[in-house]
């Protein structure tokens, strides 16, 4: 038995390196190390006594797949951490196996045991043409070659290496020219794939590009379901044939081998070789021939894949529109191609979609999204590009628009038709959109800079109340630097010691006395000096480090407490932190609380607690639990920015609390308002209802104070009493407020 290491050997490189196998070995039925390998367990990694144990499992499944006796069959095993694949392979008096060796790292796909059922077909025809040496040189070499071009062949590279082997094939078998042909079950014809060499002058219409399964011509006729190879040489009576070739390359007399591309039952199309004047062509040829052919269509079924693949990777599954991926891409290779190609490009959002989606469900939503979808692509011509990239937003690419004008004018038109009424499931829905747009040119950006400015331009839209336009602008780009540089710095300024507490004195209206400080946070910038926590704390929040910052508060709260009950004869003003619903609810806030105040030896009732009326109302059941262990340690809890949470009174009774803060602004116009002076009024008499005490927030005119007390709010903080202040200086001053608080 003949096997010559040199020429199997390459192949199972190529097969190993297509499957991502450690080792592809040949091996006989019954023998003990394999005939050929490439690759190997050792080096892998796989220690002695495993690999003992492997080749017995690579023995077993070689019995087990030369038992089938049936070419192609694939089977698989798992050992010591690997996994097997193996395919029968007989010729002649041989019996053996092609066994690939992976990890266990994913399964084996369905291109994996194609690869190998072929690989074992290859094998055996490599077998038996270097028995036979070829008339022009081995062909055992030969198809090994076309094996290892084609076996790595992808979408892109495709047709490129289609020709080159065509070109080597006829090289090889000193044909005149080389055709691969398809089956085209819609078009039903034979088409043309590729030739070599090509053409020169190529009648129009081709009679060779595209020849219908109906025709008169025996031979296309016959091709069509070609199951085995056909050879044809001059003097056969196929004249018809002949003429064709005749008039389509004007050569009179060929000799032609031509074998099937075989896929189960189905023909899939045919591999011709043509040789200009009278040609032999020997067994061990056409065999050559056919594993080639088997290659190529092994190459069609994985490339097929692929492309289905690639479809889904790039396409939205709902609309059919691009992805967010191919759209990226597409910016991308744009603006690779001319940094300064113009364009606009339009980040759209339905407005308010949810209430589509909560009132008439989900499938309804569904088709209303592929219809806005539709008209959007409607709205522009046919090489911009419309792309969905979640939900209900959707991005555009309109090319050639360079002026700011000219895009806002196309967005508005673009809005204008989306909110035009849709028929959806029976029934009638209209929604306006919003859109944030930027125009590319003059400064050169990246597809993500681009889509990050329109959707930044996108947020302001929305804010602007929906059914918008806005171009993304300087103003817009400072907010955004802004934002980044916080996000940025934020990240290390508790540990750079850059968090500072401000206290703000609470008093009681009727005699000036101070009754607590509310701790608030304030930011050492390094190039901004002091934030106030307003212009950063949403921002805490977004980058998940309102715990950590919490605690840091809460403690420095704490901290300061002690100190100022060591310094001072007179006792301390309560102090209230504001706490985060994201705190409140963090694995044992309550044991944080209790520890700290053992830690700073401070009386629970000195420490009050604020959470928004938002945060108690959105998660009450967690939140409840939180406020009643709080409670059971003896804290006062406040509830902040009162009055616009909407709790009802059901839900105010339920929960622990001892103070209403009443939002400042209802407060802070309350003399000239009587819409909110009706407010603050009801505010105080539920709490009195519930006796609760209530403090006024955000006092801001000795008016607001009269207000105040006449209606019966006690308790105030607002700058006309003090602004937020260092500890250092807070509790001397609010002792000597220097505005007159009314006497009860
Ligand atoms: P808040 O709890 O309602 O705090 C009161 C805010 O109103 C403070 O702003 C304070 O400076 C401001 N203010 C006080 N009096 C007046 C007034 O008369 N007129 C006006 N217009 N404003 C007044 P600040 O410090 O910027 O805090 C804003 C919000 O940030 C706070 O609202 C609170 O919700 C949150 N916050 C502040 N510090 C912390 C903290 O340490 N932890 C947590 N979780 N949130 C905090
Ligand atoms: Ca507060
Ligand atoms: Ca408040």
Redesign the pocket.
């Known amino acids: 038995m003949k096997m010559d290491p040199e020429t199997i050997q390459p192949l199972l490189k190529a097969l190993a390196e297509a499957t991502d196998s450690i080792s592809a070995d040949v091996l006989a039925v019954g023998g003990g190390m394999p005939l050929v390998s490439w690759g190997s367990a050792t080096t892998a990694g796989v220690s002695g006594s495993a690999l003992t144990e492997m080749r017995e499992a690579i023995r077993g499944i070689t019995a087990r797949v030369v038992q089938h006796g049936d070419d192609g069959v694939v089977e698989t095993d798992q050992t010591v951490g690997h996994q097997l694949l193996a395919t029968g392979l007989s010729y002649h008096d041989f019996h053996g196996a092609v066994c690939l060796v992976r990890g266990l790292d994913r399964p084996w796909r369905a291109n994996d045991r194609t690869l190998l059922a072929m690989a074992g077909a290859l094998c055996a025809a490599v077998m038996e043409a270097g028995e036979v040496p070829g008339q022009y040189g081995r062909l055992d070499a030969l198809v090994t070659y076309v094996a290892s071009e084609l076996m790595g062949v992808s979408t892109t590279d495709r047709a490129e290496t289609t020709h080159r082997v065509l070109g080597e094939l006829g090289r090889y078998f000193g044909a005149d020219t080389c055709v691969l042909r398809h089956n085209d079950p819609e078009k039903r014809a034979s088409i043309l794939i590729d030739e070599w060499p090509r053409r020169e002058h190529i009648p129009d219409p081709d009679p060779l590009g595209e020849v219908p399964w109906d025709t008169d011509d025996p031979i296309f006729a016959m091709i069509k379901d070609l199951r085995e190879p056909f050879i044809l040489r001059p003097g056969d009576g196929q004249h018809d044939y002949q003429e064709r070739v005749e008039a389509g390359s004007g050569v009179p007399e060929v000799s032609m081998a031509t074998v099937p591309l075989i896929e189960g039952d189905v023909t899939r199309g045919v591999l011709g070789l043509i040789h200009f004047g009278d040609r032999i062509w020997t067994r061990a040829e056409v065999r050559a021939l056919r594993a080639i052919a088997s290659l190529f269509v092994q190459l069609d079924g994985r490339v097929t894949a692929e492309e289905s693949l690639h479809h889904q990777a790039y396409h939205d599954e709902l609309t059919g529109l691009w992805n967010r991926r191919a759209f990226v891409e597409h910016l991308s290779t744009v603006l690779t191609n001319d940094p300064q190609a113009p364009l606009a490009v339009l980040f759209a959002d339905m407005d308010r979609l949810k209430t589509v989606n909560d009132v008439l469900g989900h499938a309804i939503g569904d088709s209303f999204i592929r219809q806005v979808a539709q008209r959007l692509r409607e709205s522009v011509r046919p090489h911009d590009v419309v792309a969905r990239l979640a939900g209900d937003e959707f991005v555009i690419v309109l090319h050639g628009i360079g002026s700011v004008a000219a895009a806002e004018r196309a967005a508005r038109r673009i809005l204008d038709r989306v909110a035009e009424p849709l028929e959806v499931g029976g029934h009638s829905i209209s929604r306006s959109a919003s859109i944030g747009l930027v125009v590319s040119g003059d400064i050169a950006s990246t597809a993500d800079e681009l889509l990050s400015n329109a959707d930044v331009a996108l947020l302001e839209a929305k804010d602007r109340g929906g059914d918008s336009v806005v171009t993304f602008n300087d103003e817009l780009r400072s907010k955004l630097l802004n934002r980044a540089d916080l996000e940025l710095r934020l990240r290390t300024a508790i540990s750079d010691n850059q968090m500072r507490l401000y206290f703000?004195p609470e008093f009681d209206l009727r005699d000036g006395r101070l009754t607590a400080v509310?701790?608030?946070?304030r930011w050492q910038h390094p190039e901004r000096g002091l934030l106030?926590?307003?212009s950063f704390?949403s921002v805490v929040e977004e980058i998940n480090l309102a715990a950590e910052l919490?605690r840091w508060?809460l403690e420095e709260a704490c901290r300061q407490l002690s100190v100022w009950k060591s310094t001072s004869s007179v006792p301390p003003p309560v102090v209230r932190?504001?706490?985060?619903a994201g705190?409140l609810i963090s694995a044992d806030f309550v044991g944080f609380v209790a520890t700290l105040l053992s830690r700073y030896g401070l009386a629970p009732a000195e420490l009050g607690i604020?959470i928004?009326e938002g945060t108690v109302m959105r998660e009450l059941d967690d939140v409840q639990a939180t406020l009643n262990g709080l409670r059971g340690l003896g804290v006062t809890l406040a509830i902040?920015?009162f009055g616009t949470g909407y709790s009802s009174l059901a839900q105010l009774k339920q929960l622990p609390v001892d103070i209403l803060k009443i939002d400042?602004s209802f407060v802070?116009a309350l003399a000239e308002s009587s819409g909110d002076r009706a407010i603050v009024a009801a505010i105080v008499r539920l709490a009195e209802a519930f006796n609760l005490t209530t403090v006024a927030?955000?006092?801001?005119d000795p008016a607001a104070v009269t207000t105040l007390l006449d209606l019966g709010c006690y308790r105030a903080?607002?700058?006309?009493m003090s602004k937020?202040l260092p500890a250092q200086v807070v509790l001397e001053q609010a002792r000597n407020p220097g505005v007159p608080l009314r006497m009860a």
Do not use: H, W
Not at 518 to 521: C, G, K, N, T
Not at 577 to 580: G, K
């Open positions: 703000q509310e701790a608030l946070v106030a926590a307003e704390v919490g508060v932190v504001n706490i985060s705190e604020e928004t902040d920015d400042r802070s927030e955000g006092v801001e903080q607002g700058f006309f937020p």
